[in-house]
């Protein structure tokens, strides 16, 4: 079978996976309105093409972080790759190491952090984190991350609660559940407790406690360079520069956990006027092409990571069908890029919101 498009791969994860899975990946929040908005956000935006101009040689490579990225595309951190593939992280950690982009690995992968940097020594891993309950076990994981080698720290920030969704009452979510390994903490529970109940007292959400003097207190315990994710306002973006931050990841969590947000695509030009250059704005949610890749970085992102079609490629064939993923969106952000013809040496920071128009300005036009 060959797919060729994102949601292609989507489908075959639909068709192969089993429902328990689909059911656990896909799952928004509860009527699933922010993860409709985050798709339907990038349709919105119509692109204004500038022809006759020299388009043969497109570049798509790009300087993040200090690092040097093949493409303005990586992944975001989700959770329970085992799912899909019984190599999980370690097999998407190899496809980034191949194709020279950045993973963000999830808090919650099935292997260690360790494990999956052994997996892809050359890989740029970025390592995604919560501000823990238990700051023993915060600073321990990361100086894991730190002694692993990982290039950044990604902390999430809109998940200090915590609701149950109704789908993990399912017993086929249940027996699922029953082979997600939760690498990363197996060291700090102990063997003869109750997994699940000692876990669940680690999280944020187990003391329903955020505050911005965290994220000093994170700077102060790194040198790593710091991106904060879930920003979706001006004023956040505004506070997180104010705290030295040095990226910031406009993400409402794939739609997972609050419903009636705006979609990211939507969120974001008021986030990056309000930043003024200062910091990166990185953006996900709801990308399922290249043309809403470049719809993205033309809003002013300096790239974006995709989550659910990095776990479908997963899904229909390991560490080869992310990068045949990531193939589908470097194949269609180039294309796009050479049919809106911009200028001189066609490089990816010269998209700007010249090539894309809001679809409500053009009835005003």
Known sequence: MELTTIKDFEQYALDHLGSAANIYYAAPAV???????????????????????DVRHVCTELDVQGH???LPIGFSPTAHHIFAH??????????????????????????????????APNAT???????????????DLLRRAEQAGVKAIVLTVDQSS??????????????????????????????????????????????????????????SQTKLPIIVKGIMTAEDAVLAVERKVD????????????DDLQGTLDALPAIVKAVDGKVDV???????????VFKALALGAKMVFVGRPILW?????????VGQVLDILKSELKYTMQLTAFLGCTNISEITDDYVIRTESISKL
């Open 31 to 53: 009527s699933g309105t922010t993860y409709n908005e985050n798709i339907t956000a990038y349709q919105n935006y119509k692109f204004r093409p500038r022809y006759l101009r």
């Open 68 to 70: 040097k990225t093949s």
């Open 86 to 119: 019984p190599l999980g992280e370690k097999a998407s950690a190899s496809s980034a190491e191949a194709e020279n982009v950045i993973m963000i690995v999830s808090l919650m992968s099935d292997f260690p952090m360790e494990d999956i940097a052994k997996a």
């Open 125 to 139: 891993l970025w390592q995604q984190f919560y501000i823990l309950a238990d700051e023993e076990v915060m600073l």
């Open 162 to 219: 915590w609701r149950k969704h109704e789908c993990y009452d399912n017993d086929d979510i249940k027996e699922l559940f029953s082979k997600a390994k939760y690498g990363n903490f197996q060291k700090y529970i102990a063997k003869d407790s109750d997994f699940v109940t000692q876990f669940m007292k680690l999280m944020p959400w187990e003391t329903n406690y955020a505050s911005w003097d965290q994220i000093t207190w994170l700077k």
């Open 247 to 258: 990226g910031i990841l406009v993400s409402n969590h794939g739609g997972r956990h609050l």
């Open 282 to 292: 990185y953006v996900d949610g709801g990308i399922r092409s290249g043309q809403d």
């Open 313 to 321: 490629g997963l899904a229909y064939d390991g560490a080869k069908g």
